[in-house]
């Protein structure tokens, strides 16, 4: 630890692990109290890889801003406050949550982080602050099993659920077309049925042709020789 302060030339740092969540093992270290976090520190590094950063008194006052973000695009946002003599701004430590509306510089540095990310995450959550220069910075990228606080927006819920239906269940069909313009696979060389389906409702064995074709006015998930209505 003396190091990362000669090294860094910094006057206070926060270290947590780099792949962590709630605050666990996120500690607040300066100059005075080196002494005590040496022994765990040494400890802790042999187990899991930590990262630095340098202390931004503006946590204390401003918070640290959450924003949501589905398929790259903001929904909503919180704003998380630590209780007094704390930095850790988690409700592990007693920090409270906040309705807030994100500026749109906010928005922005967020959603331009997401899509430099490949492939794009169809769900994350950027958790950013105002360093001591009163900049925004990005404090965490949350990509692994974050907390979105739909709470905060149920329709925010709502959206990802439709985009998780879209991107994978129809990917789940195959040949078929769904969504437009087609995804997948297509059969270059296609069977001719031995029967036109009919036009108005009637019950059939299905056509190994239609069966191979599930899709938009299709029936869903068919198989061979399957009861059908048309």
Known sequence: LKEVFT????????IKPTVSGAGRHTYRVNKSNIDNYKNIF?????????????????ILTK????????????THAILKKAKKNEFRVQDDFG???????????????AENIISVIKPKPVYARV??????KNE??????ELIEPEMWFRKNPLAAEILAKKIFEI?????????????????????????PKIEP?????????????????????????????????
Not at 65 to 71: A, D, P
Not at 127 to 132: A, E, P, S, T
């Open 7 to 14: 090294q860094s030339n910094f006057k206070e740092i926060i």
């Open 42 to 58: 040494s400890l802790l590094i042999k187990e899991e890889d930590f990262i630095v950063q340098e202390f931004q008194k503006n």
């Open 63 to 74: 918070g640290e801003i959450s924003i949501m973000l589905i398929n790259g695009k903001h």
């Open 95 to 109: 920090g409270t949550v906040h309705s807030y509306s994100a500026s749109k510089e906010e928005i922005k540095f």
């Open 127 to 132: 958790d950013l602050m105002f360093n001591d």
């Open 136 to 141: 925004i910075v990005l404090s965490e990228l």
């Open 168 to 192: 994978y269940f129809w990917s789940l069909l195959g040949t078929s077309s769904i969504p437009w313009p087609p995804q997948g696979w297509h059969l270059t060389i296609l069977l001719k």
């Open 198 to 230: 009919f036009k108005t409702p009637h019950s059939l064995i299905a056509s190994i042709v239609y069966w191979e074709h599930v899709g938009w006015k299709r029936h869903l998930l068919g198989k061979k020789g399957e009861m059908i209505f048309w």
